[in-house]
């Protein structure tokens, strides 16, 4: 039979309970990164693999000051994609990026998930299809004929004049001998970049095409040589899908998860992490994500 103070500590046990409960949207990305939640999803995806990939994500937040300014969700459901695909998040490797943007209907930044040309070649190798991949930025004074009908190019690639780039070239052979190789001149890029721009200057260049170029320009050849003439499996097909996909913050964790939740519910919070009496939380914390 209940007595009253066992009711009294069962009530109590339950109000600690709510205590530990706070939004999501009040943490920063490191605290979300250090919940059971996060932990166990990033590992049932890369198992070992996890807590690298988890730190290298943090490193990556912590020098860009631009994805500091995200919603943190947005770059947790980015770098989900990216450990989905076993791709690195390092900018710097090229394989993957998770960009920030400002999105003008929630007048905010969030972050979003974008595939490298590396990162397509990377995956392309996987199929186990292909016998040779490659893109490389054509210079002036290299290219002596290309045509358009029948992707038959002549290129000298000791014949560079200058270190202008007037176009970029891509190519793959399949093991079964089908090869291919597909030429986009500088203006072509650049008519891509500008119909496929969110900014209101559609002229103006932004992110990874500010940062790097050549990169952005590759990754276009790739990606459209890839679409129409390659073989592509399951995983290379989900990354076209979710390549520059503006996705919403949405819930990634166990509905069956009790407290642990994420996306406006509660998250509940290891000791550690918990905020002290009459604590503010840091800075870091207080930091809101976006992606672009």
Known sequence: MATNSSLKNQLANKQNTVAKQV????????????????????????????????????????????????????????????????????????YAWIVPFYDSKKGHKVAQFQLGYKGYIQLALRTGQYKAINVI???????KKWNRLTEEIDLDLEGAT?????????????????????????????????????????????????????????????????????????????????????REVKDITDEAQELETIDGEAVELTEDEEPKEGEKPSAFE??????E
């Open 23 to 94: 939004d999501p949207k009040a943490l920063g990305l490191k605290s979300l990164l250090n919940t059971p939640t996060m932990k166990k999803k990033f590992e049932e995806v890369l198992d070992k693999k996890a807590p690298q990939f988890m730190a290298s994500l943090l490193n990556l937040y912590n020098g860009d000051p631009n994805l500091r300014e995200a919603e943190p969700m947005s770059i947790i459901s980015s770098a989900m994609v990216a450990a989905s695909l076993d791709l690195p998040v390092d900018k710097n490797l090229g």
């Open 162 to 246: 200058s270190d202008k780039v007037i176009g970029y070239c891509g190519y793959f052979k399949l093991i079964n001998g089908f090869e291919k190789t597909v030429y986009w001149t500088k203006d072509q890029i650049e008519a891509h970049r500008i119909k496929h721009n969110k900014m209101k200057d559609k002229t103006a260049l932004n992110n990874v095409w500010k940062s790097d170029y050549d990169a952005m320009a590759m990754k276009t050849v790739i990606r459209n040589m890839l679409s129409k003439w390659g073989i592509l499996s399951i995983e290379m097909q989900k990354a076209f899908s979710e390549d520059e996909e503006t």
């Open 286 to 291: 207080q930091e809101s994500f976006d992606i």
């Open 137 to 143: 930025p054509v210079y002036e004074g290299e290219l």
